[in-house]
């Protein structure tokens, strides 16, 4: 049995916070200590009392003055988009033909997807990222590559082989029957091995014949335990190309309800430009809504509205996510930094409580892995991030004069980024500090 007592101010969700002042939304510990046993978070709480608990000498790692915080959760980005970052193009559409589709072909080839594979994890690791829903590209290869490499590192991980038969270059597209088949075979071969989980991952309506979309349905409804991942209304030329290529669908929203896709294990990414309709069938079914605001902002493809789809009679379920390679930044600390200024031009606020919530319980809460991930809570994977405030030249100045916890979660989300992760562990062993330089 290995123990590791792992030391500093932790902080913990136990569930949202309502407000600045919600002090029982959450477990903060000034001198707090985790104790990790193969893998697990066996104890937490005070130091004292946690030692007192510990085997009798046990290793200690000692982060004080640094923030202890739950591992980092992003709910949508695209594993084969790393080198599609900072493209120049003028919206959704355009960005995805010019560049995003060229780059994915390349993934056919096993060499490609493996070096790939382990630049994304070493940047996960570098930025406090430790569970991903990830879109692999359409070829089972990079799947593979994924998740071994997920496995390799012991990461909490759910991924999808892409499936798309329409409307993209010939060397992106399969079949209803092989998306059926090599997702079939993703699924045999790596869902629950390690902590791997698959995900059905049609990539959006109008990349997927009906026939597809049938397909997708089919794997729905005999792995109704595994995630279900896609795009929706994320930019108003794609709705309405959508709603030409399905015209006996009520809206976007319509199209996937139609093929059984919607449900409280399904992420829609954006859904920017949902109608009052399609809100209240989110809600109903339980289906996430994912707010990928550095994207957004960066295909200009419009404002999310947070408050609108939370505060609604029927609530519509949301996460937080990087959306890389459309996203700017792999930091969850960036990705809301941004989320709180698009609050902010549509006269509302996200405290920085909330965005930490967001980024760490909220997230797992939406991905149905509270009870494994996203908290410090006894008996859940350790998970864990360890934050500087003072990590910069520039945010050593300003942390001079913090004189709260809200003020230091603040200056993280505002200034920080990798920088500011001194050390990100996943299931209990250090995975930054023991990167490889490349």
């Keep these: 049995m290995t123990s590791t007592l792992i030391r500093g101010r932790t902080l913990s969700f136990r569930r949202a916070p309502e407000s600045i002042d919600d002090n029982a939304a959450y477990s903060y510990e000034s001198d707090g200590a985790l104790l990790v046993e193969n893998g697990l978070i066996k104890a937490a709480g005070a130091y004292g009392t946690v030692k007192a608990a510990a ?95 997920s ?49 059905i991952t049609p990539r959006f309506a109008i990349t997927s014949t009906p026939e597809q979309m049938e397909v997708a349905s089919a794997l729905a409804r005999e792995f109704p335990k595994l995630h279900v991942q896609t795009h929706l209304s994320e930019n108003r030329d794609e709705i309405a190309y959508t709603c030409e290529l399905y015209p006996e669908a009520k809206d976007y929203t319509d199209v996937y309800a139609r093929y059984g896709l919607l449900g409280p294990k399904s992420l ?12 209240d069938a989110m809600g109903e079914t339980g289906s996430v809504a994912v707010f990928c605001p550095t994207s957004n902002l960066f295909l200009g493809s419009g404002l999310f509205p947070l408050r609108a789809l939370t505060r609604r009679q029927k609530p519509v379920r949301v996460s937080v996510a990087s959306d890389i390679g459309g996203g700017t930044s792999y930091s969850m600390l960036k990705t809301l930094d941004e989320a709180y200024k698009i609050l902010q031009l549509q006269g509302e606020r996200l405290n920085p ?86």
């Excluded at 597209?173 to 989980?197: C, F, M």
């Excluded at 319980?361 to 859940?380: C, H, K, Q």
């Excluded at 062993?429 to 330089?437: E, W």
């Design 55 to 149: 085997p009798e000498g046990v290793g200690e790692i000692d982060h004080r003055p640094h923030l202890i915080v739950p591992g980092f959760i992003d709910t949508h980005l695209h594993f084969p988009q790393m080198q599609v970052m900072a493209s120049y193009a003028a919206n959704l559409l355009e960005w995805l033909n010019t560049y995003t589709f060229p780059e994915e072909c390349r993934f056919v080839e096993s060499a490609h997807a493996e070096r790939i594979a382990v630049r994304f994890f070493d940047e996960m690791a570098r930025h406090g990222t430790t569970t991903a829903t990830a879109y692999c590209s359409v070829h089972k290869t990079s799947a593979d590559a994924f998740f071994a490499e």
């Design 151 to 199: 496995l390799r590192r012991g990461t909490c991980m759910i991924a999808g082989k892409v499936m798309m038969d329409r409307n993209a270059p010939q060397g992106l597209l399969d079949t209803p029957q092989t998306s059926y088949d090599e997702t079939r075979a993703v699924i045999a071969d790596w869902h629950g091995k390690g902590r791997n989980h698959v995900a």
């Design 268 to 279: 829609f990414g954006h859904c920017i430009h949902l109608s009052e309709r399609e809100a």
């Design 353 to 438: 409580f909330e965005s930490l919530y967001l980024m760490t319980r909220g997230n797992a809460e939406a991905l149905s892995l509270a009870d494994r991930i996203g908290t410090l809570e006894p008996g859940t994977d350790a998970d864990l991030v360890v934050l500087n405030m003072a990590a910069t030249p520039a945010m050593a100045l300003r942390a001079e004069v913090v004189n709260s916890l809200a003020d230091e979660l603040f200056l993280l989300q505002t200034m920080g980024d990798d920088r500011a992760v001194v050390e990100t562990y996943v299931a209990g062993r250090p995975a930054k500090s023991t990167l490889a330089t490349h």
